[in-house]
Structures are given as structure tokens and as C-alpha cells.
């Protein structure tokens, strides 16, 4: 029996420095893959969850099997935590709580054999990011996406505690055929529940040139739910 404990214990150990490793190298969202052929499936392989918010996920196991015996670890708890809820046969539910801004991965496993296991990534973020796939208002020239990641807002003043963290975000020139427009610039909008603009931020390349990857940095205001950036593909949202 202690012999199978410590099996377990190795197990986990193992799993979760795995885990603690992909996310190192992880810096966009990216889709973690369910193991295949364990007997264990489910429902997503990514989840994105904001802030004060909770979403589920299910998993199934091979017919025959126990799925009160399910168990979840979190890479990275202080970004979202994970627990067991209703189960019924060999399906489990599993419900997702939003900590803080970040991505982690979150492993699913059989007690009785930590080999069966599925992966999910978590993508807890402070606001919803409504970006386009062409960034601008120029048909001829504009940017897309490369990445982009929350950090605490760290302004020491208490007084100006107004905003909630820090939004860095990356982005590069895809198409550049118009000379007479090479200082590109868009704009982005920080919404709250009610669809009000909170803050107008600029994004901007002061020498643009197709391929080049830019960076801006913008605070997000404390009551902000969603953030949208200026392209010509679609109106901007009021």
C-alpha cells in the first residue's frame, strides 16, 4: 500500500513539473492537446475565462470506470483554480474560478493511475479582447496580433490606484503599399458592462515597414470588461 502511495506522489510530482515547464515557454494562448488512447476525454482543450467570472468543463471516462475518482492540477493556482463537482457514472464536471491574469494548465487525472490523463489551458484574462485580424483603418497598410500578455499595475501612489493592470501588447505590419501613410496608427477602446469608453489608447508605428514587430503598453481601467481595437474590416462598437 505504501508502496503505491509513493507511486502517486511520484506521479503527480512529475505531472505538475511537466505542466510548471510548457508554461515557461508558452507566451500566446496556445491550445494544450488531451492525451489519446488513456480512456479519458474531454469536453475542451482551452478555456478563457474573465475576470469575477466561473465556467465548467466536463470529462468522460472510458465506460465502466469511476469518475468521482477525477482529480485536477493547476499548474499555476494563482491564476485559476479547479474543482470536482457533479458526478454521474463515468462523466465528471469540473468548475473553473478566475484568481488573476495569466495562462497556466490545468491536468485532469485518475487517482488510481495517473497515466490516464488530459490537459486543458486556462486563459484567465481581466478583460475580453475583441481584436481584429487587420489592425488599422488602411485597406493598404496594417498590423495584426503577435501577442499579448496582463501584468499587475504597479504604480506606488495609492491615490492612483484607478487602474487594474497593465496590458502589453505586440503586433506586426502584414501590409505596407502606401508611402504616404507610413506613421501607422489606430486606436483602441476600453469598454465597461454598459458599453461606455473608459480610455482611448493609441497604438502606433512611427516607421512603418512590413514585417516589423511593435509594442505598446497601456494601463486598463479598474471597471473595464472589454477592449477593441480600430480596423477597417468592421465598424468600431459603441
Same mark, same amino acid.
Given at each position: 500500500? *505504501?508502496?503505491?502511495?509513493? *507511486? ?11 505542466? &510548471?515547464? !510548457?508554461? !515557461? ?9 488531451? !492525451? %489519446? ?29 469511476? +469518475? ?16 470536482? #463537482? ?6 465528471? +464536471? ?10 497556466? %494548465?490545468?491536468?485532469? @487525472? ?6 490516464? %490523463?488530459?490537459? %486543458? ?14 489592425? #488599422?483603418?488602411?485597406?493598404?497598410? @496594417?498590423?495584426?496580433?503577435?501577442? @499579448? ?7 506606488? @501612489? ?5 487602474? *487594474? ?19 501607422? #496608427? ?8 454598459? #458599453? ?13 515597414? *512590413? ?16 477592449? !477593441?481595437?480600430?480596423?477597417?474590416? &468592421?465598424?468600431?462598437?459603441?
Amino acid at each position: 500500500m *505504501k508502496t503505491n502511495f509513493k *507511486k502517486l506522489i511520484c506521479s503527480a510530482i512529475t505531472l505538475f513539473a511537466m505542466l &510548471t515547464i !510548457s508554461l !515557461s515557454v508558452s507566451v500566446l494562448p496556445v491550445s494544450a492537446k488531451e !492525451s %489519446v488512447g488513456n480512456g479519458l476525454i474531454l469536453s475542451t482543450d482551452l478555456i478563457t475565462i474573465t475576470e469575477n467570472d466561473t465556467t465548467t468543463f466536463t470529462a468522460l471516462m472510458a465506460e465502466g470506470f469511476d +469518475a468521482s475518482r477525477l482529480a485536477c492540477v493547476v499548474a499555476d493556482p494563482t491564476i485559476a483554480n479547479v474543482s470536482l #463537482g457533479t458526478c454521474a457514472l463515468n462523466a465528471a +464536471a469540473f468548475q473553473v474560478n478566475y484568481q488573476s491574469a495569466g495562462t497556466t %494548465v490545468a491536468a485532469v @487525472y485518475n487517482i488510481d493511475n495517473p497515466a490516464v %490523463v488530459a490537459y %486543458v489551458t486556462i486563459n484567465a484574462t481581466p478583460v475580453i479582447m475583441d481584436i481584429p485580424s487587420k489592425l #488599422g483603418t488602411n485597406r493598404d497598410n @496594417y498590423c495584426s496580433l503577435v501577442s @499579448y500578455e496582463f501584468v499587475p499595475y504597479d504604480f506606488p @501612489y495609492a491615490d492612483f490606484q484607478d487602474y *487594474k493592470c497593465t496590458l502589453n501588447i505586440k503586433y506586426q505590419c502584414i501590409s505596407y503599399k502606401d508611402d504616404d501613410y507610413n506613421r501607422w #496608427g489606430c486606436y483602441g477602446y476600453f469598454y465597461d458592462a454598459a #458599453g461606455n469608453v473608459l480610455s482611448k489608447v493609441h497604438l502606433y508605428a512611427n516607421s512603418l515597414s *512590413k514585417g516589423r514587430i511593435y509594442h505598446s503598453e497601456f494601463n486598463v481601467p479598474v471597471n473595464a470588461v472589454r477592449f !477593441s481595437i480600430e480596423s477597417f474590416e &468592421t465598424a468600431r462598437k459603441k
